[in-house]
């Protein structure tokens, strides 16, 4: 599978953001989003399961941030809401086969896309 991320952009504190990441194929895969700010390791966000019925998410965006997938599309979203300078980073999504549930290390995913931007002005 190919990953292709993009929507990021600048935006205020209190505002939204919408990314988008286009999958050559998602029926396999376990998909997710991660994030890294600079000078910090890279981190789970949120991932939804193969047959996507089921999110979860890191405790930080718990309540702020929504993940789906639309396999008919082949495309894992991530909608973002009452973002804080705090969320600014790389966001990257990624893809893991079933080996693991519900995973959240970067280890166990062994395909990403690029990184888009996402910068949270105070």
């Known amino acids: 599978v190919q990953l292709q991320a993009s929507g990021g952009g600048l935006v205020q504190a209190g505002g939204s953001l919408r990314l988008s990441c286009q999958a050559s194929?998602?029926?396999?895969?376990?998909l997710a989003w991660f994030r890294q700010a600079p000078g910090k390791e890279r981190e789970f966000v949120a991932g939804?399961?193969?047959?996507?019925?089921?999110?979860y998410y890191d405790n930080s965006v718990k309540g702020r941030f929504t993940v789906s997938k639309d396999r008919a599309r082949n495309t894992l979203t991530l909608q973002m809401d009452s973002l804080r300078p705090e969320d600014t980073a790389v966001y990257y999504c990624?893809?893991?086969?079933?080996?693991?549930?519900?995973?959240?290390?970067?280890?166990?995913?062994?395909?990403w896309g690029q990184g888009t931007l996402v910068t949270v002005s105070s």
């Open positions: 990624a893809a893991a086969d079933g080996r693991f549930n519900y995973p959240r290390l970067p280890v166990r995913f062994d395909i």
């Open positions: 194929q998602t029926g396999y895969y376990t």
């Open positions: 939804i399961n193969r047959a996507g019925g089921y999110a």
